[in-house]
């Protein structure tokens, strides 16, 4: 539909004002006027995420007010003595908390605990687009100023996981980005791209490019970088088998594995799987912790492996080449089972869900050889 919007301003006179107007023959007096003509797709029409893009000045916020004006997401300041989780809506409930936040990318439990300013650009990115996802109580979100803080790389992977959650259903809301940054239009997979550059629209789902993990032999140096992001200890086995996944040659993903003894079924257990924050959100760790299991599962024996992160419990949950050993369930620290389980921070102290899973994928032998894995 065409949408027109026509926005004044009043010009204060001045002797400042008379010189500049002198300097650059303006008029002086009265005020400011500017006209903007542009089309934008019906709000009853089917259609999930757009955009609007342009430089700075080129009215992209004053179209996205005027045109979706009970649907712009109004920042509001967090709370500086309070975790990120008790500043959501108190309709929130945790389980949608945790879903939400998981769903944007910000999948690290012990900075769910942080107050906002001690988090990074990056973290409060996701912080902001999980709130603004579950503040407003209709089904579209208008987000000003899309990815505007953050580096390119946050702001890429950060536009496929919001992207992701809403093509999924994950969250329950149309989107709208507004920015003056053309390099997430693919990465968002737009359904619709208002370029206020034209203006023109254009019309039709953009793909996003692929991301390519590269993964090699780690040491235990490596996972320093990782260790403070696991979201249950710090610590590495000084037998574990290590492995690194990089993206663009930037550190992104670590997986760790161990021998697991067992009187019948002697296999392999996943030990740790971490993917930095900055790379969360698009399924990196799940395809780390994927391919690892299909070289260990080449040297013959079984691929065990046990959870409480609710994003890999669903991911697994949902994949042929997963088995469900042991739904999940809540593990007690005081039960016989916590001194094999139990690892969460004391500032969870009520225990945790596990589910158990058993590997059932392809196995990659060629790639479990290159990589030094004895068959």
């Not at 769910?112 to 990115?125: A, I, Q």
């Not at 996802?133 to 579209?140: F, G, H, I, K, Y």
């Not at 003894?261 to 912790?289: K, N, Y």
Request: net charge positive; proline share 7%; charged share 20%.
């Amino acid at each position: 539909m065409q949408f027109d919007v026509t926005v004044t301003c009043p010009i204060h006179d001045s002797f400042r004002v008379r010189q500049v107007a002198g300097m650059f023959d303006l008029p002086v007096g009265g005020s400011c006027r500017e006209n903007f003509s542009v089309e934008l797709p019906d709000l009853t029409a089917d259609w999930q995420i757009g955009l609007i893009v342009g430089p700075s000045g080129s009215g992209k916020t004053t179209v996205a007010r005027h045109a979706f004006g009970d649907f712009f997401y109004h920042p509001r300041a967090w709370p500086h003595d309070r975790a990120i989780i008790d500043a959501f809506p108190n309709a929130c409930g945790i389980k949608q908390i945790i879903r939400t936040l998981s769903a944007v990318g910000f999948s690290s439990p012990p900075a769910w605990l942080k107050p906002y300013h001690v988090l990074s650009n990056g973290e409060r990115f996701r912080c902001d687009l999980a709130r603004a996802l579950l503040s407003n109580n209709d089904d579209l979100v208008v987000f000003d100023e899309f990815t505007s803080v953050v580096d390119r790389t946050v702001a890429k992977i950060g536009s496929a996981a919001v992207s992701k959650a809403i093509r999924r259903g994950q969250v329950a809301a149309r989107f709208v980005a507004v920015t003056c940054h053309y390099d997430v239009r693919r990465w968002l997979e737009p359904d619709w791209v208002l370029d206020m550059s034209g203006p023109s629209l254009h019309r039709g789902r953009l793909r996003r490019p692929p991301i390519r993990l590269e993964i090699s032999r780690a040491t235990r140096d490596d996972w320093r970088i990782f260790a403070r992001h696991h979201y249950l200890t710090g610590t590495l086995h000084p037998s574990a088998h290590c492995f690194l996944g990089r993206v663009n040659g930037t550190p992104a993903a670590f997986t760790a594995v161990l021998p697991f003894p067992h009187p019948t079924r002697p296999g392999w257990r996943e030990h740790r799987t971490v993917c930095l924050p900055d790379f969360q959100g698009v399924g990196i760790g799940s395809a780390m912790s994927d391919y690892i299991a299909s070289l260990f599962v080449a040297t013959g024996k079984p691929y065990f492996s046990r959870t409480s992160h609710p994003a890999m419990i669903a991911h697994r949950a949902h994949s042929a080449d997963w088995r469900m050993r042991r739904a999940p369930r809540m593990v007690s620290k005081e039960g016989p089972a916590s001194r094999e389980t139990c690892c969460m921070s004391d500032a969870i102290s009520l225990g945790r869900i596990t589910a158990g899973f058993e590997y059932v994928g392809q196995s990659r032998m060629r790639e479990a050889r290159s990589l030094g894995i004895q068959i």
